[in-house]
């Protein structure tokens, strides 16, 4: 069966990782039974990349309000203060936030991480395509970052991401660094601006659930290998 060929392929680069249905139900079930949250008020925001490859990743939350958007290229939070306050005020009354993040990176039956099949493609291609573009900038000695106005996304990744340089191309798996990396800018990003805005939530608690979304082939279910899950209560942000 293809579905547990590329589980095999999945569990060999992220040995935690579950499967969409077992994540959906496994973090459904804690915010409900262990946190005493009503998810049918519960409005999610995503801070994933805006590769059009995730919209099925965001799916096995279907049964939740949203999601609202707010990430692009990398996952990195670029709507910033001012769509995470957006975000903010359009939590149901005596409802709950959640905000699923993170970046994703694909995975091919034939071991090759950081690439997949994509619909209809023939050849497999990066994915994902902005952070394996910008390893292949930093591989380039005579890289230097600069924001540009016409490129802003991809230029800002690479720029934060480019103080990690070296411990990203020197990792034995370059393609699992930079992803990882990203996801710890991402979760420091959001926190932050969690923190700069929490006068704007005006419900008690905020779940957060981070973590590499690992893409694979069309109509097989997507992975999640989580880093972060907490219940952040905001009086205390």
Do not use: W
């Not at 994703?104 to 952070?131: F, S, W």
Request: glycine share 8%; aromatic share 10%.
């Amino acid at each position: 069966m293809l579905q547990r060929r590329f589980e095999k392929v999945v569990l060999n680069n992220y040995p935690d990782a579950l499967d969409a249905r077992d994540t959906s139900i496994k973090y459904l079930g804690l915010l409900q039974n262990n946190h005493d949250i009503d998810i049918a008020k519960m409005l999610m925001a995503t801070s994933l990349c805006s590769d059009d490859i995730n919209i099925p990743s965001t799916s096995f939350f279907n049964v939740v309000l949203g999601p609202f958007f707010l990430g692009g290229l990398g996952g990195l939070p670029y709507s910033g203060i001012t769509g995470l306050t957006a975000f903010a005020h359009h939590i149901p009354d005596n409802g709950t936030a959640f905000i699923f993040y993170g970046p994703h990176i694909g995975v091919t039956l034939e071991n090759e991480v950081g690439k997949m099949y994509r619909p209809r493609q023939e050849n497999a291609g990066a994915c994902c395509g902005a952070l394996m573009l910008a390893l292949e900038r930093l591989k380039d000695d005579t890289y230097s970052p600069e924001i540009k106005t016409i490129d802003y996304q991809q230029s800002y990744l690479e720029s934060v991401l480019f103080p990690r340089r070296e411990e990203i191309v020197n990792d034995k798996s370059p393609q699992r660094k930079i992803t990882e990396c990203a996801f710890e800018l991402i979760d420091e990003m959001l926190h932050e601006y969690l923190r700069v805005v929490k006068s704007e939530f005006k419900v008690d608690k905020i779940g957060l659930l981070g973590g590499i979304v690992i893409n694979t082939d069309f109509g097989i279910d997507d992975y999640f290998s989580v880093r972060n899950f907490e219940i952040i209560r905001t009086r205390y942000l």
